[in-house]
């Protein structure tokens, strides 16, 4: 019976100290709506530390894992545009190439009947002109009439399409159709400044016009990097901003590029957009392929940094305790950038000399 009686003498005093804690709690602070009110009596009063929002000069950084690509127009598949025979192979891995230098021969009866073609259409070409000079002669003279002339002028002009247009067949080809011989082979020339990167032709081999190309040209002096950036920092990155390149195969090597474009469509699976990156890639360093860490630094704009511990989170929304008159408070949602040297960066919701808590914040937690 004793041990009951002070069993609930304990629990009655328990029940005592806690609503004279209630008390005491109630006794620092008022709610008045969303403001937080604190007596100037309040031991609150020297838990908290106030201080002045300021901005400052901050670039933003972001980080992506990217690959290196080689640029479209510094970039060329070497594939047979007929079916038929490689007879001479002219370039080798690593060769440097101008536009138009002979790169392999091979004889095609589809190329030879693309000459047949020319020369049939040179020809009908000739006595087309011909018929069409003696036609203005007998009209001239008052012999021939204008319906023959008409017709004359007519297939003229159809039969110089058709000849023009394969010449201009010829000239894909890069064949020069002033100096075609007949049954001559087709030579393959490269339509771009650059060096062989891969080579699988071999002379002897038959090629189907439906194969994947056999050799690769590239100009690898400058490269792309396809970066991704998740679809909520896209705001940080502009055309033209710097960018710092970090590989793997060259630890602590850091090498420039600029932000080439930012691509239009989202995508929907990862929420993220693709960035190209120019790079200047003197020394070959940069390889197709490579995988590559790239940061991005934003233009320096003026932003908002205040104390990490000032800062806090809930259901995914930041927030600060913003002073609006003294010993009155409310919370102010905010936008957080990143840390820098122990500052959080606020993108949006506070002002340059507006009054915050940096410390002591979470007393004023248990009044919300």
Request: aromatic residues 8%.
């Amino acid at each position: 019976m004793k041990q009951i009686l002070l069993t609930g003498s304990f629990v009655l005093l328990m029940a005592s100290c806690a609503k004279k804690k209630e008390k005491e709690q109630a006794a620092n602070y008022q709610l008045a709506g969303d403001t937080v009110i604190i007596s100037v009596n309040s031991n609150l009063q020297h838990k908290l530390k106030l201080d002045t929002v300021a901005e400052t000069a901050y670039r933003m950084t972001l980080s992506s894992a990217g690959t290196v690509k080689a640029i479209p127009n510094f970039f060329a598949d070497i594939a047979a545009p007929f079916s038929g025979r490689v007879v001479k192979v002219f370039l080798k891995l690593g060769m440097k190439v101008e536009p138009g230098t002979p790169l392999f021969e091979m004889v095609s009866a589809e190329f030879i009947e693309t000459q047949k073609n020319y020369f049939a259409a040179k020809s009908e070409l000739k006595r087309a002109l011909l018929n069409l000079k003696r036609q203005r002669d007998l009209k001239k003279n008052e012999v021939g009439s204008v319906k023959d002339l008409e017709e004359a002028e007519t297939s003229y002009e159809l039969i110089l399409k058709e000849y023009e247009n394969v010449r201009a067949a010829l000239r894909i080809y890069q064949t020069d159709p002033d100096k075609l011989v007949l049954g001559q082979p087709l030579i393959i020339r490269s339509p771009i400044k650059g060096e062989v990167i891969q080579n699988d032709l071999v002379t002897g081999h038959y090629l189907k016009s439906d194969e994947p190309p056999h050799a690769k040209i590239a100009e690898l002096n400058k490269v792309w990097i396809a970066g991704q950036v998740k679809e909520k920092d896209i705001r940080f990155i502009h055309q033209g901003d710097e960018t710092t390149i970090a590989v793997a195969a060259y630890p602590g090597r850091k090498i420039k590029g600029k932000v080439y474009r930012v691509e239009d469509l989202i995508d929907e699976e990862t929420r993220s957009v693709k960035v190209l990156i120019e790079c200047e890639n003197k020394d070959y360093a940069l390889k197709p392929g490579m995988y590559v860490m790239v940061s991005f630094k934003d233009s320096p704009q003026n932003t908002a940094g205040v104390p990490v511990k000032s800062v806090f989170q809930m259901n995914d929304n930041s927030f600060v305790f913003l002073q609006t008159a003294p010993g009155k408070f409310v919370r102010r949602k905010v936008e957080t950038a990143a840390v820098d040297q122990g500052e959080m960066m606020i993108t949006s919701g506070l002002k340059q000399g507006e009054t915050i808590v940096t410390e002591g914040g979470f007393y004023l937690l248990e009044a919300k």
